[in-house]
């Protein structure tokens, strides 16, 4: 026969004592897993409501008369008038009998509560009491989410504290604006911070002209893919092997004006600068009154207007058109004699040449320069100009001269 525990001990010296047997009974009262060795049942025993735990070994080894069973102080709210414990859910006291599950939770409460009370299916209720997956009622649940919250409100009111720190509040002032002369000169002396970012996306980037718009009131889902189908049959026409899929986007420069006299140019986006220049290599052989022209920063597109304002000039005083010859987007070559070089946007003519007038006859070199419009009537750049002024680079970059 088992020997009978000492009630006045702790309660798992009382468990230790006692055989693997009379474990089991015990377990077996409290709806515990009897399986494992002798040690597990203990830590099992262990996790059990104390109260609970010792009704059921004072009901297998009735203890000494002096002896009472006192319910252990945190072991949930005791509603029943006498020392069982009770569900906090259902009120009603655990009766210990076999078949009874129950669980109790971990966390600040350490109350007991029905398996159906804690919301446990028998598949769930058997994972957790297999495991050391702590369980917490919704009571407890609730009040650890609370807590987070005024945690998190907390910091983010010393977090909003510190911002208003750190900027002040501007006190009401009349503002200072400065004159527009000190504007200009400051525009004139600092470079714009897109021109250097927007030059290697301009690589990608072809400019036609002369392509015909939608009428005023379309779409513009309808106007885009109107451009798009006459870029593709322009850029079919080159048979230069660029496809539409290498197309990848477009838009029109400038802003629509009923009275322009000529459509606005469009500016092409393509996928390849391998792209760029197979059409640039083809576009002499477009047919007017369309243009191609490559995509230049704003002091380039000002070199390019001074050298075919110099180009036209030549070719009205008389000069043969094959003569001309422009190149490094800067120089003017007449019968492969420097003609003169554009800086910024002034032309200075080469001090070899002397005498500005040419024998009007003389075509032994043809042109051979990419940059010379094959359709001078319809390039928009070959209009006459008589001042180039730079562009500022605070201004609004545009690919038209009108």
Not at 44 to 59: G, H, P, Y
Not at 145 to 167: G, K, M, Y
Request: charged share 20%; hydrophobic share 30%; glycine share 4%.
């Amino acid at each position: 026969m088992a020997s009978r525990p000492d009630h006045t001990g702790s309660m798992v010296e009382n468990l230790t004592k006692l055989k693997l047997t009379d474990l089991k009974q015990v377990a077996k009262r409290l709806s515990v897993d009897t399986k494992g060795s002798k040690t597990e049942l203990v830590l099992r025993l262990e996790r059990c409501d104390q109260a609970a735990l010792s009704q059921a070994m004072s009901s297998l080894f009735p203890p000494a008369p002096k002896a009472a069973t006192i319910p252990p102080t945190g072991a949930g709210p005791q509603r029943s008038t006498n020392s069982i414990p009770a569900c906090p859910v259902c009120d009603k006291p655990f009766t210990h009998k076999s078949g009874e599950e129950s669980i109790q939770c971990e966390g600040a409460c350490k109350a007991w509560l029905h398996r159906c009370c804690a919301g446990l299916t028998k598949s769930e209720f058997g994972l957790l009491s297999q495991s050391s997956v702590p369980f917490f009622c919704v009571r407890c649940r609730l009040k650890s989410a609370e807590d987070q919250i005024l945690t998190l409100q907390s910091q983010v009111t010393t977090l909003t504290n510190r911002l208003d720190a750190l900027n002040p509040p501007v006190q009401n002032s009349s503002p200072v604006f400065p004159s527009p002369d000190s504007n200009r000169v400051s525009h004139s002396s600092i470079p714009h911070p897109s021109q250097d970012s927007s030059t290697s996306k301009r690589k990608f980037n072809v400019v036609l002209y002369g392509i015909s718009e939608c009428p005023e009131g379309m779409p513009r889902h309808q106007r885009i893919l109107n451009d798009l189908e006459k870029i593709q049959t322009i850029i079919s026409s080159l048979d230069c092997a660029v496809n539409s899929h290498s197309i990848r986007d477009c838009l029109r420069l400038g802003k629509y004006s009923v009275s322009r006299p000529k459509p606005r140019p469009l500016l092409v986006h393509l996928n390849r600068v391998s792209d760029v220049q197979a059409i640039l290599s083809k576009r002499s052989s477009v047919p007017p009154p369309h243009v191609i022209r490559p995509d230049l920063p704003p002091s380039l597109r000002t070199q390019e207007r001074v050298l075919l304002h110099e180009r036209k000039s030549l070719i009205e005083s008389g000069v043969s058109r094959q003569s001309i010859k422009i190149k490094d987007s800067s120089k003017i070559y007449v019968d492969n004699t420097l003609w003169g070089s554009v800086s910024g946007s002034e032309f200075t003519r080469s001090s070899v040449n002397g005498d500005t007038s040419l024998d009007p006859g003389d075509e032994s070199s043809p042109d051979l320069s990419a940059d010379n419009d094959p359709h001078p009537g319809n390039n928009p750049n070959s209009l006459p100009v008589i001042t180039v002024s730079p562009r500022s680079p605070g201004s609004p970059a545009s690919h038209s001269d009108d």
